[in-house]
Nanobody, 123 residues
Framework: QVQLVESGGGLVQAGGSLRLSCAASGSILSINAMGWYRQAPGKQRELVAVITGGGTTNYADSVKGRFTISRDNAKNTVYLQMNSLKPEDTTVYYC?????????????????WGQGTQVTVAS
């Protein structure tokens, strides 16, 4: 099983910045895509940003130009640099990763989610 642990959330003022980190651990052979999603209570989980193993990125229109996703493949870690934060960005952010397992389930696919980290932007 693969575990994802997020960090870096918190409370900031509008216009401020936060940097989220998410580290994957477990019996990982390889990771393809890693990404960030967000979900407010009663609302659907929506894509914020995704990055592939080759470095291709995609962003939600609402964050394009403000957020930057990156990854450190050696550390199995994905980052989300969030600048020019708005109150509308306030919600829980989740990271995810998909790839292939090592160990007993060598070669099998996985898709794991983190527990989420709260981001609150004050107006």
């Amino acid at each position: 099983q693969v575990q994802l642990v997020e960090s870096g959330g918190g409370l900031v003022q509008a216009g401020g910045s936060l940097r989220l980190s998410c580290a994957a651990s477990g019996s990982i052979l390889s990771i393809n895509a890693m990404g960030w999603y967000r979900q407010a209570p009663g609302k659907q989980r929506e894509l914020v940003a995704v990055i592939t193993g080759g470095g291709t990125t995609n962003y939600a229109d609402s964050v394009k130009g403000r957020f930057t996703i990156s990854r450190d493949n050696a550390k199995n870690t994905v980052y989300l640099q969030m600048n020019s934060l708005k109150p509308e960005d306030t919600t829980v952010y989740y990271c995810d990763a998909e790839g292939r397992l090592s160990g007993s389930y060598y070669g099998s696919g996985f898709h794991s989610w983190g527990q989420g980290t709260q981001v609150t932007v004050a107006s």
